[in-house]
């Protein structure tokens, strides 16, 4: 019998909902992004995430049960997003999902968001190998991890400041390009030139698998204040592309060492910033130069989206691992831990 499991994501600023069939098969994936209620602060408020995600629940769980064309009884159980995340925005799409498990009577699947970021490759055909090398990138993470088995992760290294998503948006903010500033930065760096501007970047350490990217940051904020200073014209495309080429830069031989260490064969890219295109080119070539392969999600399973949540949860309910309804929203949760 087929297995049906409902997504729920609320952790950030998407108010999303999914059917996944078996895992593998997207039913339906509803995707209400809140970027232009965010866009006028410069960044997420979470007060305004949590009431919009209370607003735009209901509508967004119908909308997933409709497209996919079932009913609420024929839900074999219902994955949501405990943790990490904003604490207001996480108990929205808790609660919806305690109700809905309780009221079913099916199991309620507790997932770790950054999980559910790695588990998107398997949405994809070909299934990824384990061991793999993953390196997560996304708004408030930077994570390398080495995947054992489907959901033993060993984080390898991460970031000490700045998520590289972090610097992204923030960068897009002082070039005034508007929020969330990745992807404006990524369509914005395609006419600049990568090597205008010599920016830093953080290797840290020899062998060090952590990253560091306020340095940088800081950097391309002192070379605007200091272009504006003199009066000098600056070219915000060829900032763009520098800024970015620089963090690319790092990403890609960290990742590379990482494969490397562990001796693995398979890597895999998650998170918003994973839809990055030069990030994505970049290590293509680099795992093909290294004999490896190079697993990544579509773009639109990068970022925030409950169809990552269901095939995360998928896995949980094979393993008979459901979570108690009294299970709390966990705003701290590093990726490979659980905390219920
Ligand atoms: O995974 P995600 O949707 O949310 C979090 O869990 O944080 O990641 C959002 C981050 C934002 O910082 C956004 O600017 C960045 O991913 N992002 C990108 C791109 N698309 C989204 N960064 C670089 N290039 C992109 N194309
Ligand atoms: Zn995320």
Request: charge should be negative; hydrophobic fraction near 45%; include cysteine.
């Amino acid at each position: 019998m087929a297995v049906y499991i409902l997504g729920i994501e609320t952790s950030c600023d998407e108010t999303s909902a999914a059917v996944v069939r078996d895992g593998r098969q997207i039913l339906s994936s509803v995707i209400a992004s809140q970027g232009g209620e965010h866009s006028k602060f410069g960044g997420v408020v979470p007060e305004v995430a949590s009431r919009k995600h209370l607003e735009w629940l209901n509508p967004v769980l119908q909308e997933a049960l409709e497209r996919a064309g079932i009913g609420w009884h024929d839900l074999s159980g219902v994955a949501v997003t405990y943790g990490p995340g904003l604490v207001g925005a996480l108990l929205v799409g808790l609660s919806a999902a305690k109700a809905i498990a309780l009221a079913l009577d099916i199991p309620l699947l507790a997932v770790n968001h950054m999980q559910g970021h790695v588990l998107a490759n398997w949405l994809e055909e070909p299934l990824p190998e384990l061991p793999a090398v993953c390196l997560v990138v996304s708004g408030g993470h930077t994570d390398l991890l080495l995947l054992r088995g489907l959901c033993e992760f060993e984080l390898l290294g991460q970031t000490r400041d700045d998520a590289a998503g972090e610097a992204f948006d923030k960068v897009a903010r002082v070039l005034g390009l508007g929020y969330p500033g990745g992807p404006l930065i990524d369509r914005l760096a395609r006419q600049g030139d990568s090597r205008a501007i010599e920016f830093p970047r953080a290797f840290l350490e020899e062998d060090s698998l952590d990253f560091s990217f306020s340095g940088l940051k800081s950097a391309v904020i002192n070379y605007l204040h200091r272009a504006t200073q003199q009066g000098v014209a600056v070219n915000r495309a060829d900032v763009a592309a520098s800024f970015q080429q620089a963090v690319v830069d790092v990403l890609v031989e960290k990742t590379m060492l990482a494969a490397r260490r562990c001796g693995v064969r398979q890597l895999l890219l998650a998170g918003g910033v994973a839809a990055n295109s030069a990030l994505r080119s970049a290590l293509e070539r680099a795992a093909a130069q290294q004999g490896c392969r190079l697993a990544c999600p579509p773009p639109v399973l990068c970022t925030d989206n409950a169809a990552m949540v269901a095939c995360a949860g998928y896995y949980k309910y094979l393993r008979g691992d459901f979570a108690p309804l009294t299970v709390n929203a966990v705003p701290y949760l590093e990726p490979g831990q659980d905390a219920y």
